[in-house]
Each structure stands twice: as C-alpha cells, then as structure tokens.
C-alpha cells in the first residue's frame, strides 16, 4: 500500500509538470492560444443553441423541466472540455507515436508508459473555455431548480463527474489502442468522437432500449447523465452500483489491452 501510494504521489507530480510544460508551450505561440479560445468559444455558442432552442419552446422531456436540461448540457459542456483539453489532444497522437516509434522514448523512462502516452499533453484554451462555460450553466440551472447545496450533493455530483472522467478516459482510448496492430486507426477516432455528442441532450430522449445499450452495453450515457441525475435525485439504485463499478471493469479492460497491445510493438530500432 505505501509503494502504491508513493507511486501514485510522484505520477501526480510529474503530471502537474506535465500541465505546466503545456501551458508554458503555448504561451510561446500566444496567436495561435487566442485563435484556439477564439474557435472554441464559437463552438461554444453553438453548443448554446441547444439552451436556446429548449427555453424558447419550454419543451419538458420526462418530467425534466428547460432548467433540468440546462442541469445536463452544463455538465456535457463542462466535461466535453476535460475531454478535449486533457484526453483527445493525446490520444489523437497516440498513433503517430506508435507508427513513427516516438514511443521508444517513453520506454526509456521510470513512469508508466501508458501514463505518459495518453496524458502527457493538455490544451488549456479547449479546456478553459468548456469548463468554465459548463460550470456557469450548472451553477445557474442549480440555483434555479432550487437544489439544496449541501455536503451531499456538491460532494457525490463532483463525485459523479470524477467517476465520468475515468468513463471517457478509458472508453475512448479503447480504440486508440487498435494502433498498436493497425496502420490507419483515424477513422475508428472519428466513429468514437461522434458518440460523444450522443452525451448533448438527456439520455431520457431516447427509447428505453437505446438508454440500457447506452448504459450497460456502450456506457457512453454514464457520462454526462449520471452526475446531474444524482443532483436531481433521479438516479436509480441500479444506476448507482453500475458508476461505482464501471470504472474499475474499464481500467482493468484498458489496461490489459494497453499491456497485450505494448508486447505487439515493434520499436523504430528494432
């Protein structure tokens, strides 16, 4: 337990130097920084069109009220820019890595390999722009739908969004992994990326068996339904077991296809 916990400790720390070598890389091109914010945050309106178009026709899916739904597109923008800033921008170079052997340099070093191939990188204007943008949305629909602000709430939906986050990190690296035995994975990136959108609206708007698929099967709906369900009290006593367990079933799958998948790689020397 002490090793795993110091283990734990120093892949913080090099993680925290990781962001900071980001963000120093970026203010170098600060044009390129601005363009960024500047694109993102017009994908941002877009994603606003949805708020929009909900509150104009004050339409109530399931019981779920326009303030509800704002509750669930927060919490979508909010982690679409973990994803983007933190997850994509390096699993979109993972296969580079593996097709030029720039992964014989990871090898090289005292950290794991996954960690330092798939988190290395973050974009701080794909991930500021969403997050804070996601978070304004959420304080506003929680203030509005009178949601008690206590331990219990804060805690387990921050809990939700913590669990949501080891959801995605695992379930759209899964593919990316694929690179360690195909030459040309951009198109399975592309399918995965568009699932991701599915999280744009409540779940409640698709038919019963596309929720259970989208749950049990294709846990794409665990991710951005599950924390405002549990603010909201709407979460299922299944549902809640299915978040505690899930993540721990994809880190073992992602780690155990990384390790099969890291044996089958044929360094750039070899």
């Known amino acids: 337990m002490r090793n795993l916990l110091r283990e734990l400790k120093k892949h913080f720390l090099i993680y925290i130097l990781f962001v900071k070598n980001s963000i120093m890389a970026q203010m170098e091109y600060r044009f390129n920084f601005i363009g960024n914010l500047a694109m993102e945050s017009g994908y941002l309106l877009v994603k606003l069109s949805y708020v929009m178009v909900v509150y104009r026709s004050n339409v109530t899916i399931n019981g779920l009220t326009p303030d509800a739904i704002l509750l669930f597109i927060g919490t979508f923008v909010a982690l679409t820019g973990v994803y983007a800033g933190m997850f994509m921008i390096n699993m979109y170079g993972l296969r580079n890595k593996i097709k030029d052997g720039d992964l014989d340099i990871i090898l090289t070093k005292p950290v794991s390999v996954q960690f330092m191939a798939t988190l290395r990188q973050v974009d701080l204007g794909l991930f500021s722009v969403d997050v804070i943008a996601g978070a304004v949305m959420v304080i506003i629909a929680w203030n509005r739908l009178g949601i008690p602000v206590t331990f219990l709430t804060i805690g387990g939906y921050?809990?939700?969004?913590?669990?949501?986050?080891?959801?995605?990190?695992?379930?759209?690296?899964?593919p990316q992994i694929l690179s360690f035995w195909l030459m040309n994975t951009s198109a399975i990136a592309e399918i995965t990326d568009s699932f991701w959108d599915f999280n744009n609206m409540p779940m409640d708007i698709y038919t019963n068996w596309i929720k259970q698929i989208g749950v049990f099967v294709l846990p794409i709906f665990v991710i951005t339904n599950f924390p405002p369900m549990f603010a909201l009290g709407k979460m299922?006593?299944?549902?809640?077991?299915?978040?505690?367990?899930?993540?721990f079933i994809l880190l073992a799958v992602v780690r155990a296809a990384w390790s099969k998948g890291l044996r089958s790689y044929s360094s750039a020397s070899s």
Do not use: N, Q, T
């Not at 995605?168 to 899964?174: E, P, R, T």
């Open 236 to 247: 299922p006593p299944a549902y809640m077991a299915w978040a505690l367990v899930l993540p």
């Open 158 to 174: 921050l809990g939700f969004i913590a669990l949501s986050c080891v959801v995605s990190y695992c379930l759209f690296l899964l």
